[in-house]
T-cell receptor, first 115, second 114 residues
Framework: GAVVSQHPSRVICKSGTSVKIECRSL??????MFWYRQFPKQSLMLMAT?????????EQGVEKDKFLINHASLTLSTLTVTSAHPEDSSFYIC???????????FGEGSRLTVL | AQSVTQLDSQVPVFEEAPVELRCNYSSSVSVYLFWYVQYPNQGLQLLLKYLSGSTLVKSINGFEAEFNKSQTSFHLRKPSVHISDTAEYFCAVSIGAAGNKLTFGGGTRVLVKP
């Protein structure tokens, strides 16, 4: 089946630094990707919808200046957590929509720990 | 807006025993329903989905779920679990058939014991 890869799978950073997480669709083109956040023992919460070549659409309550999303190509979307703080520590998951089939494929997730 | 409730956060079950994971949803419009599974250290994988037609849907690995509109439920069942079924299971709804903008439940962790 189709593969979506996230990198890095784990990252630890100091408070105040910025962290970039990549989401790649390895064997298909994805005009639309989604970014989710998952707190421990909680559900996945949709953060934003990323569309290739245009600005991301953020869900209510998600700070667009805090979580920068770039979807510069049909196979890559990036999420940058700017000036990260401990409360940003979480599990971030991306998914990519395979346009040809309308199927959604998820990455393995990236665990961010901010010290 | 839609919401999904998975009543059990964790379900321990012995190997070869049946298991049922409960999922209830709330929505003011018609929705499509999904179950995803997340094995340890892996991404979410679609297990099965209900879009239309028969209310009973089945996966290739023995799971099945039944859409009950009157009870707004989509419970997942398997008559006999294996150790390899140990995973986290997420129920989700979408107002689009592609399931692209999903609302997830809190997840149910299934631990299969020998």
């Amino acid at each position: 089946g189709a593969v979506v890869s996230q990198h890095p799978s784990r990252v630890i950073c100091k408070s105040g630094t910025s962290v970039k997480i990549e989401c790649r669709s390895l064997d298909f083109q994805a005009t639309t990707m989604f970014w989710y956040r998952q707190f421990p023992k909680q559900s996945l919460m949709l953060m934003a919808t990323s569309n290739e070549g245009s600005k991301a659409t953020y869900e209510q309550g998600v700070e667009k200046d805090k979580f920068l999303i770039n979807h510069a190509s049909l196979t890559l979307s990036t999420l940058t957590v700017t000036s990260a703080h401990p409360e940003d520590s979480s599990f971030y998951i991306c998914s990519a929509l395979k346009g040809a089939t309308g199927e959604l494929f998820f990455g393995e997730g990236s665990r961010l720990t901010v010290l | 807006a839609q919401s999904v409730t998975q009543l059990d956060s964790q379900v321990p079950v012995f190997e070869e025993a049946p298991v049922e994971l409960r999922c209830n949803y709330s929505s003011s419009v018609s929705v499509y329903l999904f179950w995803y599974v997340q094995y340890p250290n892996q991404g979410l994988q679609l297990l099965l989905k209900y879009l239309s037609g028969s209310t009973l849907v089945k996966s290739i690995n023995g799971f099945e779920a039944e859409f009950n509109k009157s009870q707004t439920s989509f419970h997942l069942r398997k008559p006999s679990v294996h150790i390899s079924d140990t995973a986290e299971y997420f129920c989700a709804v979408s107002i689009g058939a592609a399931g692209n903008k999903l609302t997830f439940g809190g997840g149910t962790r299934v631990l299969v014991k020998p």
